[in-house]
């Protein structure tokens, strides 16, 4: 699993249109991009949000549960494309559809469980993304 994580001021995802996940933190928030392969399960996914929950790249050097800041969740499997060789990227690291969504739904779960308030995106959605990036400030994790 790998989480492109970054630190926004406001983040929302709109599918045809209509916004389906938005956070407006008081401060800082995190936008999660969120990437599924194939060796992935749901322990590797509630790690991985603890892993984002406790990370200290808020102001101050405190983490998201320090603040109780909010974060959304986009599911993105091109951050498994693969681009060593030729023109076009290869998805085959990326996990399918019926491995990867429910393993993105944990993703999130973990978070809620956390504590987090957690808005997400729609899976295989064509989504629009608007995000503020503070800082900016991006981290790529993966476990």
């Known amino acids: ?14 599918v045809d249109g209509g916004v389906v996940g938005e956070i ?3 401060g800082q ?8 392969t ?10 991985m949000a603890d892993k984002l929950w406790r990370l ?17 969740v986009v599911s993105q499997f091109t951050l498994y494309g693969d681009t060593a060789k ?3 990227p290869s998805w085959n690291a990326a996990a399918p559809r019926a491995v990867a969504e429910p393993l993105v739904d944990a993703f999130a779960a973990a978070l809620r469980d956390l504590g987090a308030e957690v808005a997400t995106g729609i899976f295989g959605a064509d989504m629009a993304v608007e995000l503020v990036n ?9 476990l």
Request: net charge positive; hydrophobic share 50%; charged share 30%.
């Open 24 to 26: 407006r933190p008081q």
């Open 134 to 142: 503070d800082g900016p400030v991006t981290v790529l994790l993966e």
């Open 29 to 36: 928030g995190l936008l999660a991009l969120v990437g599924v």
């Open 38 to 47: 194939h060796a992935d399960d749901a322990a590797t996914a509630r790690r």
């Open 56 to 72: 200290r790249i808020l102001d101050g050097e405190r983490s998201a549960a320090d603040v109780f800041a909010p974060v959304l």
């Open 1 to 14: 699993m790998r989480v492109l994580v970054q630190r926004v001021s406001a983040a929302r995802v709109r």
């Open 86 to 88: 030729g023109r076009r």
